[in-house]
Each structure stands twice: as C-alpha cells, then as structure tokens.
C-alpha cells in the first residue's frame, strides 16, 4: 500500500510507502490493526517489480513535486523486506530521497542498507525499560540502542509514541538520545485511530498530560506546521498530535 499524506501542508512534502506483512512488534496502538486482517496481504517476499502499480505511483509523485519517499510499513517494520536494498537503489535511480520509518529491530543487521539511504532514518523507540517495552510491543527484548545509533551515518530521528505505560519515561528517554550528536530531533507523538478512539483514549489523553508538562517546563523555539519545538536538555523535541489521518493519493499495489 502506498500513500502520501498532506497535514494541513501547502503542498504534499513527502510520499510512504507503506509494506504489509508480519511485523517483529505488535504494538497495540499500531495504526495497521484499523484495517480488516482480511484487507491485509503479506508483501515482504514479493519483489517490487511484481507492484504493478508502483510506477504509476511514483509518476504521480513527481507530478505533486514530491522528492522524499519514506518506506515504513502498515502493519509491519520495513527493514523485513526482502528486497530492501534493491527498492532503496530503484527509488534513487527514480531521482528521490529515500528515508526509513523503523522500529530498528533488526538495525544493526541490516546497517549497510541503512547507510545507503540518502534521507533520514526514522527510529521508533517508546522503552529503554524491558517491562514497559513489553507492555507496549508484547517483546521484552530491547535493541542495542547505543551500538546502533553511533553505527547510523545518515540523518537521524526518534520518534516516541506516548502511551499509559512510558509516560513517566518520557524524559529519562529524551535525556538518554540527548547526548547523541546524530540525531538531529525527537518527536513525541499522539496515537492515531480512525477506528479504536475508545479502545486507546487513555493512551490518547496520556500525550496531552505529557506534553503539557513539558509546555510548562520547557523553552518554546518554533512550530513545524501546526506541531510546537521546544528545547529539552539540549535537543529539539517535536510535539506531533496526529488527531486523524487523511489520505490525498492511496494506490493499492497489486500483484502480477
């Protein structure tokens, strides 16, 4: 499935494309468990020649003045596909940046390919502690956020998704990515639903107890759009509510 999204943006800035399949996490919250497991159809084997829609797709693209294409996954992590590094050169050979949305999982496996984008890589981290990174993506396991993140040469995010389980860890988080020179920002964010807002409410008001304390807090630098910046411990932290997702272009890729 591809999309591209427009946030109350002039223009689109960005295109997804989003890869299903199994996912090494099952986060709760995880915006894929909205859609019908019988609309869902396993991708990761698939060789992206076989989307007969993909150029289509990103002609479309072009045409909207989109440069950046993003690969992350609708209900699951993209570094489990296995032609990644063949998507990344295609895309590129297409004129795009090409960045990752990851749970980085699997990062220090697949370094090499991470390194070969030209865009930034995006890591979701919502735990340093096994108890709560269980409660939140049912794996107790926690990567060596460490290791991978001084191995990663390209632009680098955090994006943390704040729930009832980590929202007393939000700083100790924050803090721990601040000494790290590479990641160039942090982004703190609200679940998404279009279908589950009473399943996840209180996971939902948890962003705005958080961010409140940290509007409270912290030094305001700017907006991005209609999400504020503030300085914590040294690092740019993005306050980035996504109330609900709106689709401008959505191609399902079929298969041959």
């Known amino acids: 499935m591809e999309r591209y999204k427009n946030r109350k943006r002039k223009n689109p800035s960005f295109a997804n494309i989003n890869l299903q399949g199994p996912c090494n996490y099952q986060c709760y919250f995880c915006l894929g468990r909205d859609i019908s497991?019988?609309?869902?159809?396993?991708?990761?084997?698939?060789?992206?020649?076989?989307?007969?829609?993909?150029?289509?797709?990103?002609?479309?693209?072009?045409?909207?003045?989109?440069?950046?294409?993003?690969?992350?996954?609708?209900?699951?992590?993209?570094?489990?596909?296995?032609?990644?590094?063949?998507?990344?050169?295609?895309?590129?050979?297409?004129?795009?940046?090409?960045?990752?949305?990851?749970?980085?999982?699997?990062?220090?496996?697949?370094?090499?390919?991470?390194?070969?984008?030209?865009?930034?890589?995006?890591?979701?981290?919502?735990?340093?502690?096994?108890?709560?990174?269980?409660?939140?993506?049912?794996?107790?396991?926690?990567?060596?956020?460490?290791?991978?993140?001084?191995?990663?040469?390209?632009?680098?995010?955090?994006?943390?998704?704040?729930?009832?389980?980590?929202?007393?860890?939000?700083l100790n988080l924050i803090k721990f990515f601040s000494k790290y020179k590479n990641i160039h920002y942090i982004q703190l964010r609200c679940i998404a639903t279009d279908e589950r807002y009473d399943e996840l409410k209180e996971d939902i008001l948890c962003y705005q107890e958080v961010t409140n304390q940290i509007i409270e807090k912290f030094s305001y630098i700017r907006d991005y759009y209609t999400a504020s910046i503030y300085d914590i411990y040294g690092i740019e932290v993005c306050l980035w509510r996504t109330v609900a997702t709106q689709l401008t272009v959505i191609i399902i890729l079929q298969m041959e």
């Open 37 to 170: 497991l019988g609309a869902c159809q396993n991708y990761l084997n698939k060789h992206f020649s076989t989307w007969k829609n993909l150029d289509k797709y990103l002609e479309k693209c072009k045409k909207a003045g989109i440069k950046k294409i993003y690969l992350t996954g609708q209900n699951t992590d993209p570094l489990l596909y296995n032609y990644l590094q063949e998507l990344i050169d295609y895309l590129k050979e297409q004129n795009f940046l090409v960045g990752i949305r990851t749970n980085g999982v699997l990062a220090l496996e697949k370094m090499d390919i991470i390194n070969s984008l030209n865009d930034e890589v995006g890591l979701s981290i919502h735990s340093l502690t096994k108890e709560i990174n269980k409660k939140i993506t049912n794996h107790s396991m926690i990567p060596n956020w460490d290791k991978i993140i001084r191995k990663i040469k390209v632009p680098l995010r955090i994006a943390i998704v704040i729930t009832r389980h980590n929202k007393n860890e939000i």
